[in-house]
């Protein structure tokens, strides 16, 4: 059985989700705040093992057009380093939007600012599989 995790990548935060078991939606798992490179790349591979992944998507931050943005090289590096230390398949997945979606619905929810913090990263890793998930869901169909 397939199962996914998700990592949205940031230079502070890395946000975690997971899919269901049934591989039809994402959950919000939790944050990550980052200590160092190498430190980051073990903590996710080791999360990605107890979350029993057997694949991982990575959001890669593309500008609006689709083009590298000044984000998209430092998280490129990352997920080299990640596909290094982990044996299953790690795919990236355009993430443009994701955070902003996230935080509209959190707005909407009432969170307040400094609490959304907690949540966002998250929220835009679930995003992020959500779309991987419709996109695979479809092909199957």
């Known amino acids: 059985m397939e199962r996914y995790v998700a990592f949205d990548i940031g230079d502070k935060r890395i946000g975690v989700a997971v899919s269901d078991p049934f591989n039809t939606y994402a959950l919000p798992s939790q944050t990550y705040f980052r200590k160092n490179f190498k430190e980051d790349i073990a903590a996710l591979a080791a999360l990605a093992r107890e979350k029993g992944a057997t ?3 990575c959001g890669l ?7 590298e943005a000044l984000q998209t090289q430092k998280t490129e590096r990352f997920i080299s380093a990640l596909k ?6 790690v795919i990236c997945e355009d993430e ?13 929810e009432g969170m307040r600012r400094e609490k959304r913090k907690q949540y966002v990263d998250a929220l835009a890793a679930a995003n992020i599989l959500d779309g ?8 199957g169909e």
């Not at 290094?84 to 398949?89: D, G, I, L, N, R």
């Not at 443009?96 to 909407?108: D, G």
């Not at 991987?132 to 092909?139: A, E, G, T």
């Open 96 to 108: 443009r939007f994701t955070t902003v979606m996230a935080h509209e619905t959190l707005i909407s």
């Open 132 to 139: 991987y998930l419709q996109k695979i869901n479809k092909k």
């Open 84 to 89: 290094e230390a982990v044996s299953v398949p």
């Open 55 to 57: 694949a991982i998507v």
């Open 61 to 67: 931050p593309v500008n609006f057009d689709g083009t």
